[in-house]
Structures are given as structure tokens and as C-alpha cells.
């Protein structure tokens, strides 16, 4: 088994930056790859940024140039660095880690972005 907790969330103006992370606990040496998801408000959860051994990749359009993904292997902590935050940015924020065996979620950390 995997356990991850993000932590790191919260409200911030628009334009200031946060770091969320994701620490990673168990059996993290099954993990191949991992990644961060969002959900905002009523709508569908949708793939933020993606990092492997092999590669790092940020997949939404909307947050290129602004978030950037890392990954800490001897911590086992991922992190999703965010600036210029804008209020679309709003939503839970979640951890998923791909295993060889099967895929873990963490619970999320809500990240709110106010005017």
C-alpha cells in the first residue's frame, strides 16, 4: 500500500504563488509515475502535470508557464509549484501515484484564489 497527504493549500490573491505537496509513504518504491489532478467546483477532475523517471510534463494548457512539477525521490515528496495564480485556478488539488500494482489518491488540498 501507498499513503499520500498533500498539504500546502489555501487562499491567496490573484498573482501570488503557492507550493503544494505531496509526501509519499508505504510501499513508495512500486511507484512509476505521479501525478497532480484538480477539481474545481462542478466540474469533471482533469490531469494537471505528470512527472516519471523519464520525463515531466505539464498537460493543461491553462496553467503552462505558471505551475511547474517536481518530485523529491529521496523525501518521496512531490511538489506543484504555482504562480500567477488567477481565481480558474480555484479547486481541490489532488495526488495520484501510478504503482506497479495499482493507483493511489490522496484526499486533496483546496486551493482557493480570491480577487
Known amino acids: 500500500q501507498v499513503q499520500l497527504v498533500e498539504s500546502g493549500g489555501g487562499t491567496v490573491q490573484i498573482g501570488e504563488s503557492l507550493r503544494l505537496s505531496c509526501a509519499a509513504s508505504?510501499?513508495?518504491?512500486?511507484?512509476?509515475?505521479m501525478d497532480w489532478y484538480r477539481q474545481a467546483p462542478g466540474k469533471q477532475r482533469e490531469l494537471v502535470a505528470d512527472?516519471?523517471?523519464?520525463?515531466?510534463?505539464i498537460l493543461l494548457d491553462s496553467v503552462k508557464g505558471r505551475f511547474a512539477i517536481s518530485r523529491d525521490n529521496a523525501e518521496n515528496i512531490l511538489y506543484l509549484q504555482m504562480t500567477a495564480l488567477k481565481p480558474e485556478d480555484t479547486a481541490v488539488y489532488y495526488c495520484y501515484a501510478r504503482a506497479i500494482d495499482m493507483n493511489y489518491w490522496g484526499k486533496g488540498t483546496l486551493v482557493t484564489v480570491s480577487a
Open positions: 508505504g510501499r513508495t518504491f512500486t511507484i512509476n509515475t
Open positions: 512527472i516519471s523517471s523519464g520525463s515531466i510534463s
